[in-house]
């Protein structure tokens, strides 16, 4: 069966600092791969998606990056992270578009 | 502009008693819908989802009723439990948009008293 790993669970950074949130899959091959952010008291907003290697879709323009360097991993960067940036972050796949999409436990960053 | 909508926040539901989720939206190239339910610290789980060439879908306890003409959806939860209290999420698509553009709601939290 197929699973998502997201790490870490939680993670305070400082205003300036970079990020470096880590997604893998598994159980899956050439999987549709999604990075979304959950701001407090908001819906899902979907910040990048990935329909294979080096392929990456940005939704949102901001201070965030995605990189996918394999297949089943995928991950979200920042050089310099900013007090807008905090936020409950989720990782999603697909095997297609237009399936449901399923979600990581998501990382708690609070940045300060 | 929001194109999918919850507008309930909260629904409170004795248990055994049916809970009736909302969601509409606005944009009527959305031809496919899904429900995700969330507990806190933990990512949203898919629960159900539904084609615009059907009006219904049912697994379980769960039902998920979508009205093209009105642009709006419901789930059903019956008979409801404990153990459903959570935020539940609506989100649609469109197929031949940007790849993997799910669109959600602010979501509903649903809470059901013993």
């Known amino acids: 069966s197929q699973t998502i790993h997201q790490w870490p669970a939680t993670l305070v950074q400082p205003v300036g600092s970079p990020l470096s949130l880590e997604c893998t899959v598994e159980g899956t091959s050439n999987p549709n791969l999604y990075w979304y952010r959950q701001a407090a008291g908001r819906g899902l907003q979907l910040l990048f998606y990935?329909?294979?290697?080096?392929?990456i879709s940005s939704e949102v323009p901001q201070n965030l990056s995605a990189s996918r360097p394999q297949d089943r991993q995928f991950i979200l960067s920042s050089k310099k992270l900013l007090l807008s940036d905090s936020g409950f972050y989720l990782c999603?796949?697909?095997?297609?578009?237009?399936?449901?999409?399923?979600f990581g436990d998501g990382t708690r960053l609070s940045i300060l | 502009d929001q194109q999918v909508k919850q507008n309930s926040p909260s629904l409170s539901v004795q248990e055994g008693r049916i809970s009736i989720l909302n969601c509409d939206y606005t944009n009527s190239m959305f031809d496919y819908f899904l429900w995700y339910k969330k507990y806190p610290a933990e990512g949203p789980t898919f629960l159900i989802s539904?084609?615009?060439?059907?009006d219904k879908n049912e697994d379980g306890r769960f039902t998920v009723f979508l009205n093209k003409s009105a642009k709006h959806l419901s789930l059903h939860i019956v008979p409801s439990q404990p153990g459903d209290s959570a935020v539940y999420f609506c989100?649609?698509?469109?197929?031949?948009?940007?790849?993997?553009?799910?669109?959600f709601g602010k979501g509903t939290k649903l809470s059901v008293k013993p």
């Open positions: 989100a649609a698509s469109r197929r031949g948009g940007s790849q993997g553009n799910l669109i």
């Open positions: 990935s329909v294979g290697i080096g392929q």
């Open positions: 999603a796949w697909s095997g297609l578009t237009n399936q449901p999409q399923h």
């Open positions: 539904i084609s615009s060439i059907k």
